[in-house]
Nanobody, 116 residues
Framework: EVQLVESGGDLVQPGGSLRLSCAASGFTFSSYAMSWVRQAPGKGLEFEWVSHINSGAGDTYYADSVKGRFTISRDDAKNTVYLQMNSLKPEDTAVYYC???????WGQGTQVTVSS
């Protein structure tokens, strides 16, 4: 059974940092690209793609809204993908989800709130 479990969300002040983790199981993690998306409050079913990391060489991609502030990485030995978030802004407030490559499996999400 494929499982993706996010953790690391929290309440943080503007300018602060958080690191999200997504622990994967039930599939060959190293063979799949992984992504992060987020859903801001009040956005209904609207999701914003945040970042993506390929398998193998691990090429990375970012939305313009987070480029230069967020860093995606992966540890295939631990079956885990990370999202390091720095210089957080109130508009980063959202539920963050990790997804397996073809967007066929999602985690349950972790809440990030940026507020003073």
């Amino acid at each position: 059974e494929v499982q993706l479990v996010e953790s690391g969300g929290d309440l943080v002040q503007p300018g602060g940092s958080l690191r999200l983790s997504c622990a994967a199981s039930g599939f060959t993690f190293s063979s799949y690209a992984m992504s992060w998306v987020r859903q801001a409050p009040g956005k209904g079913l609207e999701f914003e793609w945040v970042s993506h990391i390929n398998s193998g060489a691990g090429d990375t991609y970012y939305a313009d809204s987070v480029k230069g502030r967020f860093t995606i990485s992966r540890d295939d030995a631990k079956n885990t993908v990370y999202l390091q978030m720095n210089s957080l802004k109130p508009e980063d407030t959202a539920v963050y989800y990790c997804l397996r490559g073809p967007f066929d499996y999602w985690g349950q999400g972790t809440q990030v709130t940026v507020s003073s």
